[in-house]
Structure formats: structure tokens, C-alpha cells
């Protein structure tokens, strides 16, 4: 979403600030009863700035090239005026659009759901790692508006799924981005089978030479609408620096930097893969709900996992840049930089996840030797001031650790009846085994009233849900409404090979340790770590057998970090 979603009469967020507030309500546009009504429903009110220059202009059927920050409402500025001018049942499509990533494709599919949520109008959804056949049957359907990545858009294009002929808004969503993970040669392959005079809205954070070409190649007039530039920054975010230290591992620093802070909720933001899942799996076997999200999952676990994220169910959220773009979590506290991006523009794209339409938030970058030119960069360049940090002892980490955990532990005691267990609890600490045991039920603990919490938010948030529920989507039923996007996997598992998202080096860039050029590995990493905090004792550790991975069949789970776990034992061993 971008903006507040709560439901009418419940304490929403007021968002402040030239980036998020203009002095235009909804009802000032041209917009029709049920349009407006949608919108009020998901929340909305007032316009953004990029709403309030955009709409009306687009509702003309200008072409439109729109550069604002992230999170200031991008998607609502293209959205409603698009499904505004399309008559309802024409059961054709008459508007596309196109992102760089599923994540993103899906979010901007539900708000458009939401914008039409009263009119006959209907919302296919089509991207990679989906099963194709239920996406197919949706366009057979007859829907007006489709929303997807380029490569199963040209996919269904090239089956004769897609009928672009009677298109006439096509829309390009964080365009930049988009083009700068190789995908212009789609993009223009699926912008030559509109038809001549469709409009053209292309929004995003940064403009490239690619973008301004692929603007003059398809447009006559576009008008521009900048509302950022290169040296802005996202206002309303705290930024915060911890220097490592020679000799102490990054992934411990972060352990007690986590311990310190205490965050709500984070995305942990890694340079590559082999960092995202040794991080994901250290914090996990720390005790912490973090969870890694990578491009290489299936769809259907990447969308359970953000289905976790977004419902309260995880706390952290352990990503690379590419497996992440497009990611928008409500109320997301924090982004903590494991490493900072050799890419200073990189560092805004991260940062601007949280500190969302006026909302406050705090960015805490790692920062060691190799981050120097990152560092000053965004510092001379783009004006940051960082607060600096030192990390904590271990022992003042742990301390905290202990205090909160403890805090929790407290909170909690009033839900339950707890007393009949302390005999056991007494008796378990007179065993050998007292502590291991006593470990596993306080994890056991924490996991529960993490969960307990998310089920309280839900209950929370049930009143607007059912409402929504119950109308369903478009006017014509939950078949046509709710898109496909929650289709099964086919039988073959195939995915869209053509998905540009998943490819290995994303911009170009290979996942390469920043120090010598050269890949690394989780085990090396810790490997570096045991030689010297345990003094080469792995050495005696047993070697444990690779099992292959089992294809097809069986429940499918939450996916399992990547790092070899006798790695992580050992680790946890020094611990």
C-alpha cells in the first residue's frame, strides 16, 4: 500500500511533510462515486503531492514521466487514473502494467483490486514461479487490467494468452529499475503490441539515459513531472552507524547491535547470498524470528514468506538487494545495512522501506574499512548525517538481551497459568540436561508469543478485512476480482525462465567479497571466525553427510537458510 490502510474511524496514521501531504482531498478529482469509494476504503483521504500533480493530467490520457521518492504513493498516481477510464465489463484488456519484480507486481495488483473493489472490473496478475494455467484461464476470463513482470507478460504474449490490441494505458512501475535488470528489450517488445495512441505512464525513483530513451522512443509529449532529484534523501529516518572492529566477526556485531537496539521489526539488508543466509541462520539459532527471502525460492515460498513478514509472524527479514525490490511492509520500524552498498543511490532504495509516507523510521548500517567510499559518499553527496555508534561489550549485549527476554516473559505471564510448572521447572534444573531442556522451552516461549501477538493484530484488523471479504472484488465475485495470484504450483514446478528477477548478478554485478574480488562462501566466513575466536578448533569437528534435495512430493516448508549447519554448530559451540 502507500498510504495508511487502516479503516475509516480507527487511529490512523497522519502522514507529514512536503513529500506526503498536498492540499487536495480524493473528492476534489473527477473521479466517480465508486472509484472514490474504493479509495476511501483502503484509507486514503488526502492526495500526495505525486497524486495531486498526477491524476488529473493522466485521467486527460497524457503520457506521463513522473520521478518522485520511494513510498511517497507512486502506485495509487497511476492507479486510479487508469482504472478510472476504463468502462466496466469490456472484458478486454485495457490497461498493463509492469514491474520489476513478482513481490511488487502482486502489490500494485491488490491496490488496484482495492481502487475497483466497486466497479465490473477485474485484475489478472501475471508472474514468474506461478503456475501458468490459472493465469491463463483469467485472461480467458476476459480481464480488463493485468499487472505483471515482463517476462511471463511476453510469455503469455508469445502463447497468445495476451491480447494487447485494445490496451490503451500502459504503465511502467520503478522504470529504472526495471530496465536496469536487463529487461528493455521486453519492455519494448511488449509496448511495440499496443496499439498507436495508447498512453504511456512511467513512474519512478531515478531516471536513466535508458529510461529517457525508451520515453522518446514511445512518447511525443510526455509531460514531466519531477518531484525528486538525485541529491535527495527520505526524510523522517534516523540514520545510525556501528563501526566493526578487526577481528570480531560482522555477524556477531550484529547479534549484539540487534541486542541493543531491540527493533520492532527490520529488513536486514546483505550484498549477497552467501551473507543473506549466514545471517538468517545465525540469528534463527540465536533465538531470533528471522527468516532470509531470495530470489532463487519458488513463488509460492517467497509469498509465504512475506506473508509472514507482513502479518507480524517474523520479526526479520534477511534480504539481498535484488531479491527485495518492490518489498512494501506497513509500519516497518527499521533497515540495517549488514554491509554498506557499493552504490550509494543502493542505500536510498533501502533506506526508503521504512520512514514510509511521512512515518518514522531508523536506518543502522554495519560500517568497516571496505565501506569508506559508500560512506562518504552519502555524507558529502547526499547530505546524511550518521549518529555513531559504538558496539556494545558482550557482556552489556547479553545483559540487554537477558532484560527484555525477561520483560516478555513477564508480559505474557498473565495469559497463562504458569504455576503447576514450577515443581518441574525445579526439578529440570536439578538435571544434567536442565539447561538444554529449559533452552528449548523458552524458544518454544518466544515462538508462540510471537505468534500470539500477530493473531492479536489480526483480530485487530478483522472489522476492514471481513468487509472486504464479504463485497468481494470488482462486483462480480471472488473468480474474477481476486485475479490468479494465488493459483497452485504446476505439477512440473516450472518457473518463467524468462523472469529476469531470479537471474544470477541482477544489475550486472557478481556476489563477490568486497575485499579481494573474489566469491565467498558462509563457511569460509565462519571458518575466519573459529580460527580466531576458537583457535582452529573445528578441526576435531565431525563432518556431517550432504543430503540431496528431494524433488517434488512432501509438505513443502518454510525455506531453510543455505549455510552448512555444522558450520553454524561450531559458531554456536564458541557461543
Known amino acids: 500500500m502507500t498510504q495508511s490502510t487502516e479503516a475509516p474511524g480507527r487511529d490512523a496514521h497522519v502522514p507529514t511533510g512536503d513529500d506526503y501531504v498536498s492540499d487536495r482531498d480524493f473528492v476534489d478529482f473527477p473521479l466517480s462515486d465508486e472509484i472514490l469509494k474504493g479509495i476511501q476504503e483502503l484509507g486514503y483521504q488526502t492526495a500526495t503531492p505525486v497524486q495531486a500533480v498526477s491524476i488529473e493530467p493522466a485521467l486527460a490520457g497524457k503520457d506521463l514521466l513522473v520521478r518522485a521518492k520511494t513510498g511517497t504513493g507512486k502506485t495509487a498516481a497511476f492507479a486510479i487514473p487508469a482504472i478510472e477510464r476504463i468502462e466496466d465489463g469490456a472484458r478486454e484488456v485495457r490497461a498493463i502494467a509492469l514491474a520489476p519484480t513478482r513481490e511488487l507486481a502482486q502489490q500494485i495488483a491488490e491496490e488496484m483490486q482495492g481502487i475497483a473493489a466497486y466497479r465490473d472490473l477485474s485484475v489478472a496478475v501475471l508472474v514468474g514461479g506461478m503456475a501458468i494455467g490459472p493465469q491463463t484461464n483469467a485472461l480467458a476470463r476476459g480481464a480488463e487490467i493485468v499487472v505483471g513482470t515482463p517476462g511471463r507478460v511476453l510469455d503469455h504474449i508469445r502463447r497468445r494468452n495476451l491480447d494487447l490490441s485494445a490496451v490503451q494505458t500502459a504503465i511502467l512501475d520503478e522504470a529504472d529499475e526495471m530496465l536496469s535488470m536487463g529487461f528493455y528489450e521486453d519492455v519494448t517488445s511488449i509496448l511495440d503490441r499496443c496499439p498507436d495512441g ?91 524470528d528471522a527468516i532470509m527471502l531470495s530470489g532463487e525460492l519458488p513463488q509460492t515460498q517467497r509469498n509465504r514468506v512475506m506473508k509472514k513478514v507482513k502479518a507480524g509472524e517474523v520479526r526479520f527479514l534477511v534480504s539481498t538487494d535484488v531479491a527485495s525490490r518492490g518489498i512494501d511492509i506497513s509500519d516497518l520500524t527499521h533497515v540495517i545495512n549488514y554491509a554498506l552498498p557499493q552504490d550509494p543511490a543502493l542505500y536510498l532504495h533501502r533506506i526508503g522501506r521504512t520512514g514510509r509516507i511521512g512515518k518514522k523510521g531508523t536506518a543502522i548500517s554495519l560500517v568497516g574499512a571496505t565501506d569508506l567510499n559508500t560512506r562518504r559518499a552519502l555524507e558529502n553527496q547526499h547530505d546524511i548525517e550518521f549518529t555513531v555508534k559504538e558496539l556494545p561489550d558482550p557482556e552489556v549485549a547479553v545483559r540487554h538481551r537477558v532484560e527484555r527476554q525477561a520483560e516478555q516473559i513477564r508480559n505474557a505471564m498473565g495469559t497463562m497459568a504458569f504455576e503447576a510448572f514450577l515443581p518441574t521447572v525445579r526439578a529440570i534444573k536439578e538435571r544434567d540436561d536442565g539447561d538444554i531442556l529449559l533452552a528449548a522451552a523458552l524458544r518454544a516461549f518466544f515462538r508462540w508469543d510471537r505468534m500470539r501477538q500477530a493473531d492479536v493484530m489480526d483480530v485487530e484488523g478483522d472489522d476492514a478485512s471481513d468487509r472486504q471479504e464479504s463485497r468481494g472484488r470488482g462486483g462480480r465475485g471472488d473468480s474474477r476480482g481476486r485475479g490468479d495470484s494465488r493459483g497452485r504450483g504446476d505439477s512440473r514446478g516450472r518457473r518463467d525462465r524468462r523472469d529476469r528477477n531470479d537471474r544470477k548478478g541482477g544489475r550486472g554485478r557478481r556476489d563477490k567479497d568486497r575485499d579481494g574480488g573474489k566469491p565467498h562462501t558462509p563457511k569460509q566466513d565462519l571458518d575466519a571466525l573459529l580460527e580466531v575466536e576458537d583457535g582452529g578448533g573445528r578441526q576435531d569437528q565431525p563432518k556431517r553427510k550432504k543430503h540431496k534435495k528431494r524433488k517434488g512430493g512432501g509438505k513443502e516448508s518454510t525455506p531453510a537458510p543455505a549455510p552448512m549447519m555444522d558450520d553454524l554448530d561450531a559458531l554456536l559451540e564458541v557461543d
Open 198 to 288: 495508447r498512453q504511456i505512464l512511467l513512474f519512478s525513483a531515478t531516471i536513466s539515459p535508458d529510461t529517457e530513451r525508451l520515453v522518446q522512443r514511445y512518447t511525443d509529449e510526455a509531460e514531466s513531472l519531477i518531484l525528486s532529484t538525485d541529491t535527495d534523501q527520505v526524510e523522517h529516518i534516523d540514520h545510525v552507524l556501528y563501526e566493526t572492529v578487526p577481528g570480531f566477526h560482522k555477524v556477531r556485531a550484529l547479534l549484539y547491535l540487534l541486542d541493543l537496539e531491540d527493533p520492532d521489526s527490520a529488513i536486514i539488508f546483505c550484498n549477497t547470498r552467501e551473507d543473506t543466509g549466514m545471517v538468517a541462520a545465525y540469528l534463527d539459532r540465536q533465538g531470533l
